[in-house]
């Protein structure tokens, strides 16, 4: 979130926004990589690799999950700020 000010855009960010998880393999941080933007495709930041490590096969297997805004929460690292839910149901296109 701290690169490129992106976390500028969680401002106009609110509970029950959709976001996009976009896989990133060949990331050279990691193989794992999920991209997270908003609506209009701009960058948010990474999915950390706490979760990103098991929801990479997932994505890779052809799930294709569902990511929406939680809350935006203040006063904490901009790396934290976003919270976010991921559902994954069947496979997708």
Sequence with gaps: MCFENRYRR???????DPLVLRREPDNEIGADAILVLNERTETLGYVPR??????????DAGYRPEATVLKVREGCPYYERLVM??????RGI
């Excluded at 706490?50 to 994505?59: C, G, K, Y």
């Design 10 to 16: 969680l401002e106009a960010l609110h509970a029950g």
């Design 85 to 90: 839910e991921v559902r994954v149901g069947r």
């Design 50 to 59: 706490t979760i990103s490590r098991w929801l990479a096969p997932v994505m």
